[in-house]
T-cell receptor, first 115, second 114 residues
Framework: DTAVSQTPKYLVTQMGNDKSIKCEQN?????MYWYKQDSKKFLKIMFS???????INETVPNRFSPKSPDKAHLNLHINSLELGDSAVYFC??????????????FGPGTRLTVL | AQSVTQLGSHVSVSEGALVLLRCNYS??????LFWYVQYPNQGLQLLLK??????LVKGINGFEAEFKKSETSFHLTKPSAHMSDAAEYFC????????????FGAGTRLAVHP
């Protein structure tokens, strides 16, 4: 069974469009994350939600809006897509808390291409 | 603030040779350190983590890493490379308190040739 799943796996769209990426985890975790991996493979955290509450919000354009309907789901909506948004977006989840044993489990990624 | 530097964006070894991937960290508080592996077109998988319990950490697939505070390093090693080890490897740090926020290094691509 897939632990952290994302849909779609690939997303190709035109500049200016609005798109969403969905993430679901069945691990019983209460913290979820979105990461962006650019073309040089650099990974950077964007957002984190704990029990549907936003707890980490890095310097991300406000065209990006995460939404957590429940603690098993964290979706990412992107408005007015730009060429620079092309990247692989990874969802992850973990248990809450500060312990080091709260390993983050990653989804397979969504490759977004903006034309 | 925490940061991670991975020396060498590409490392190439022969099958059966020693694998050494370098990671140096910067942290103002005791860090937790992680190595993740990313196979082509896949997500990240945790190889091992340092949580201050032991300085030599053993992970999956025969990998291990040693935490050296004096050198601020957490290098990843494997005695004998397999073809299946070819992947991208990421070192990451997070502070021992606060939110579970991982700071990743730029990654090292490991190539294994026959």
């Amino acid at each position: 069974d897939t632990a952290v799943s994302q849909t779609p796996k690939y997303l190709v769209t035109q500049m200016g469009n609005d798109k969403s990426i969905k993430c679901e985890q069945n691990l019983g975790h209460d913290t979820m994350y979105w990461y962006k991996q650019d073309s040089k493979k650099f990974l950077k955290i964007m957002f984190s939600y704990n029990n549907k509450e936003l707890i980490i919000n890095e310097t991300v354009p406000n065209r990006f809006s995460p939404k957590s309907p429940d603690k098993a789901h964290l979706n990412l909506h992107i408005n007015s897509l730009e060429l620079g948004d092309s990247a692989v977006y990874f969802c992850a989840s973990s248990q809450a808390g500060q312990g080091a044993y709260n390993e983050q489990f990653f989804g397979p990624g969504t490759r977004l291409t903006v034309l | 603030a925490q940061s991670v530097t991975q020396l060498g964006s590409h490392v190439s070894v022969s099958e059966g040779a020693l694998v050494l991937l370098r990671c140096n960290y910067s942290s103002s508080v005791p860090p937790y350190l992680f190595w993740y592996v990313q196979y082509p077109n896949q997500g990240l998988q945790l190889l091992l983590k340092y949580t201050s319990a032991a300085t030599l950490v053993k992970g999956i697939n025969g990998f291990e890493a040693e935490f050296k505070k004096s050198e601020t390093s957490f290098h990843l090693t494997k005695p004998s490379a397999h073809m299946s080890d070819a992947a991208e490897y990421f070192c990451a740090v997070r502070r021992s308190g606060g939110y579970n926020k991982l700071i990743f290094g730029a990654g090292t691509r490991l190539a294994v040739h026959p």
